[in-house]
């Protein structure tokens, strides 16, 4: 069936004019300064004073920029861990933690402390308690014990969970191994991801993060 085609005509004898050749849609862009930055956990997490820069720049970055964090570890250095971690959640900048083979003990955390989570194949995850040595008369030993206990414990709940369950951060406490591979990552951060009502240690509030804030208060 022919569609009817509906014109205008003018005045008898008046010149119409040629109606525009369709050249096809304009385009019209806006840019913003974007900036997509990159840095690389690899081997054992060291002292803090070796990742300065990576400290500056989640500082610093504004909201536009994106920075991410590939992970390749053993874990190490629990205090520069924090440390990085600490300085992540400050950021205002958009925090992609990229698990690109292993990340065991402290690696893990920071991996599970990113804003977006990546999982590339036959990777690993793996929890575990801290270790470490403790000096000093009986009693200041046995405070040392409490303190960084109780410390650990909260950490493991704030930052692992819901990801890894409350029988499971139980377990780490006591002392036992939890591992985890790609298939059994993505299945957990699927689960999170269709419950987006519950708390999560996925996504960080900045409101919840107010830039002078002091640890302890």
Partial sequence: MTKPTISVQG???EDQPEPPVFQGLTRYEIRSQLS??????CGEIQASHFYT?????????SETDIIYLHLNT?????????????????????VITV???????MGALIFLAGDELEVQDNCQLMFHIYSGTFAGRGTEQQAQI???SSWFEKVMQ??????LSTAEVDKVLKGADVWMDSDEIRRRLSRLQRAPAKPTALRRSRKNNAPDAEPGN
Avoid: K, W
């Fill in 158 to 163: 704030r930052i692992c969970q819901p990801f």
């Fill in 74 to 94: 053993i874990g190490g250095d629990f205090d520069t861990g924090m440390q990085i971690i600490n300085n992540m959640q400050s950021s205002c900048a958009h």
């Fill in 146 to 148: 409490q303190a960084v």
């Fill in 53 to 61: 820069n990576l400290f500056y720049t989640l500082r610093s970055a």
């Fill in 36 to 41: 997509e930055i990159s840095f690389y956990l």
């Fill in 11 to 13: 005045e008898p004898g």
């Fill in 99 to 105: 698990l690109e083979a292993r990340a065991y003990s």
